[in-house]
């Protein structure tokens, strides 16, 4: 047994030494960044030790900015392309021909490059000299005024940093979805059937409990990525992500290494704290929620 044990050990040790070097000594590294005060990069020192770094990014209004976009960005998209995916899944799952090809089609975006993605947003939202972009031709089609979705009112920008994010997510969503849809056992549906229930019946009461543990996987997933944003708004907006007021934590952090705002490993230790901390504890509630929702 225990020789065993001690096999089973030895397999694990590449996976063990590879999360040890690669994440935890890392984490661990940047808790301890995030703690000294005035760090110089070129001298490696720092005149303290405490809570001044946390204290000066709370307080930064580019950090508040991005707290604010990654949030709504969060609440916005997580759910919508959440049920988008679950409405086109259970679409596709009761289509018997062309499936495959609809399927191919929903799967397109997540095998395109993101910035290519972009500049095609860019297109269709943003105003040149030459047009309004298309999306402004369909609402002065129906008497609207034109919005400049890349340059205008923040609420257009988040709208369009919103639509972005659900289009690229999308598909991937669908793919598992539609996985889970079809391990479904059918025996459950014929059941259902000969007791005359509805639709909607069938659904809350055998499909959603069935693919329950995906959804939920799908939601955790989806929190944490939209926590992680930052290439989406860079594709949109371009690099200068405060200027636009479109920042988000991960793109704060990183100017805080290497943008305008660089040189400051400290601050960008610190606001990756805060990032960590606000996933975790986002995690661990949906965690808790699940051990009620959720049908394994």
Not at 184 to 195: G, I
Not at 219 to 232: E, H, V
Request: aromatic share 16%; charged share 10%; proline share 4%.
């Amino acid at each position: 047994m225990e020789q065993n044990d001690r096999k089973g050990w030895l397999y694990l040790l590449p996976a063990i030494l590879f999360l040890g070097f690669f994440l935890v000594y890392p984490l661990v590294d940047v808790f301890i960044y995030s703690f000294e005060e005035g760090y110089h990069s070129a001298s490696q020192t720092y005149t303290g030790v405490g809570l001044y770094n946390y204290s000066y990014v709370l307080r930064d209004p580019y950090f508040l900015q991005a707290l604010k976009n990654t949030v709504l960005l969060v609440l916005i998209t997580v759910p919508l392309s959440t049920g988008l995916a679950l409405l086109i899944s259970l679409g596709l799952s009761s289509l018997k021909k062309l499936r495959s090809l609809y399927q191919t089609v929903y799967f397109l975006p997540y095998v395109t490059n993101t910035l290519a993605v972009g500049l095609v947003f860019m297109i269709l939202f943003k105003p040149t000299p030459y047009s309004d972009g298309l999306v402004n031709l369909l609402i002065g089609m129906f008497g609207g005024d034109a919005v400049d979705f890349i340059n205008g009112p923040y609420w257009a920008k988040m709208f369009v940093l919103c639509f972005y994010v659900v289009w690229i997510v999308l598909p991937f969503k669908i793919l598992i979805l539609t996985s889970a849809l079809a391990s479904v056992n059918p025996v459950y549906y014929n059941a259902a059937k000969l007791d005359g229930a509805s639709r909607s019946r069938v659904f809350s009461r055998i499909t959603l409990p069935m693919i329950s543990p995906t959804v939920f996987y799908l939601i955790i997933t989806g929190f944490i990525g939209a926590f992680k944003a930052y290439s989406d708004a860079v594709a949109l907006f371009g690099t200068d992500l405060n200027a636009a007021g479109m920042n988000t934590i991960v793109g704060y952090v990183y100017d805080m290494l290497y943008g305008n705002s660089g040189g400051y490993p400290s601050y960008a230790s610190a606001a990756a704290i805060l990032l960590f901390a606000v996933v975790l504890t986002v995690t661990c509630i949906n965690l808790l929620i699940s051990k009620k929702h959720v049908h394994y």
